[in-house]
T-cell receptor
Framework: KAGVTQTPRYLIKTRGQQVTLSCSPISGHRSVSWYQQTPGQGLQFLFEYFSETQRNKGNFPGRFSGRQFSNSRSEMNVSTLELGDSALYLC???????????FGPGTRLTVL | GQQLNQSPQSMFIQEGEDVSMNCTSSSIFNTWLWYKQDPGEGPVLLIALYKAGELTSNGRLTAQFGITRKDSFLNISASIPSDVGIYFCAGMNRDDKIIFGKGTRLHILP
């Protein structure tokens, strides 16, 4: 069974631009969560989607948004990029009702 | 909001030594998870704990869910070079939210 996949793996953008990251969960997993990882702050929860609905949300500004499609694939969008948005963005999936999350390799976003 | 205090922040040990790290919180969690992250990769789940007092092993790794449900520890016995990485604890609360510690960076001296 394939693991969680994320595309692209690396991305370089400039301030003010927007970016869309993609995540394909493990087959059968309907819950997808997104995290931002930076050296100083560790793993910060962005949001969780389940069956195309946002179920939980972290403390990030409205520039960070997401969605989930009927096939459970998820996208995350960041608008008006700032230098501080440079980070590793991780996606994790889990089975409904299960507490064990499985992570993808992440997308490394650099904002110049 | 809920926070997890993970310690130590980093460790330098000799190959073959045992390692111990822990996470504490002022809040109660229903599940504790331990992950390891290698450079350039996403975290990989090592051990999941579901009941207070539960002690679970996975090879050389042993983790325990604290009796108070506010803490957990991870032990690694007889460390080897491939144990190098960042170890994260995570707690899931009754609102189904997962909160991560800031990680323990393990270094193994030759």
């Amino acid at each position: 069974k394939a693991g969680v996949t994320q595309t692209p793996r690396y991305l370089i953008k400039t301030r003010g631009q927007q970016v869309t990251l993609s995540c394909s969960p493990i087959s059968g997993h309907r819950s997808v969560s997104w995290y931002q990882q930076t050296p100083g702050q560790g793993l910060q929860f962005l949001f969780e989607y389940f069956s195309e609905t946002q179920r939980n949300k972290g403390n990030f500004p409205g520039r960070f948004s997401g969605r989930q499609f009927s096939n459970s694939r998820s996208e995350m969008n960041v608008s008006t990029l700032e230098l501080g948005d440079s980070a590793l963005y991780l996606c994790a999936s889990r089975l409904a009702g299960d507490n064990e999350q499985f992570f993808g390799p992440g997308t490394r976003l650099t904002v110049l | 909001g809920q926070q997890l205090n993970q310690s130590p922040q980093s460790m330098f040990i000799q190959e073959g030594e045992d390692v111990s790290m822990n996470c504490t919180s002022s809040s109660i969690f229903n599940t504790w998870l331990w992950y390891k992250q290698d450079p350039g990769e996403g975290p990989v789940l090592l051990i999941a704990l579901y009941k207070a007092g539960e002690l679970t092993s996975n090879g050389r790794l042993t983790a325990q869910f604290g009796i108070t449900r506010k803490d957990s520890f991870l032990n690694i016995s007889a460390s080897i070079p491939s144990d190098v990485g960042i170890y994260f604890c995570a707690g899931m609360n009754r609102d189904d939210k997962i909160i991560f510690g800031k990680g323990t960076r393990l270094h193994i001296l030759p």
